[in-house]
């Protein structure tokens, strides 16, 4: 129910952008974001979104990721700039309720130096 695109290759300095859409409406209601994942270290907390648009990053990305949502198309995006060779890892979007938690099958972000 969570299909996410954009991940790819790119330099060091360069931008992506994420998208995650869900499919049904009553995904507006939720709490939805990205963690990462990188070979051999935990998953982390990349930036989430609540459903009134308050925002939450990472230290890591402070400053460099935008997270927002588009309602109307029940999709999150994270816009990623100034991307580092740090930033590569496996994305992962999420989206959750008290009752519910759902995953995207995850998208590669590979950043060359």
């Known amino acids: 129910q969570l299909v996410e695109s954009g991940g790819g290759l790119v330099q060091a300095g360069g931008s992506l952008r994420l998208s995650c859409a869900a499919s049904?409406?009553?995904?507006?209601?939720?709490?939805m974001g990205w963690y990462r994942q990188a070979p051999g270290k935990q998953r982390e907390l990349v930036a989430q979104?609540?459903?009134?648009?308050?925002?939450n990053y990472a230290d890591a990305v402070k400053g460099r990721f935008t997270i927002f949502r588009d309602s109307g198309k029940n999709t999150v995006y994270l816009q990623m700039n100034s991307l580092e060779p740090e930033d590569t890892a496996g994305y992962y979007c999420f989206a959750r309720s008290l009752m519910n938690n759902y995953w995207g099958q995850g998208t590669q972000v590979t950043v060359s130096s």
């Open positions: 979104i609540t459903s009134d648009g308050t925002t």
């Open positions: 049904g409406s009553i995904f507006s209601r939720y709490l």
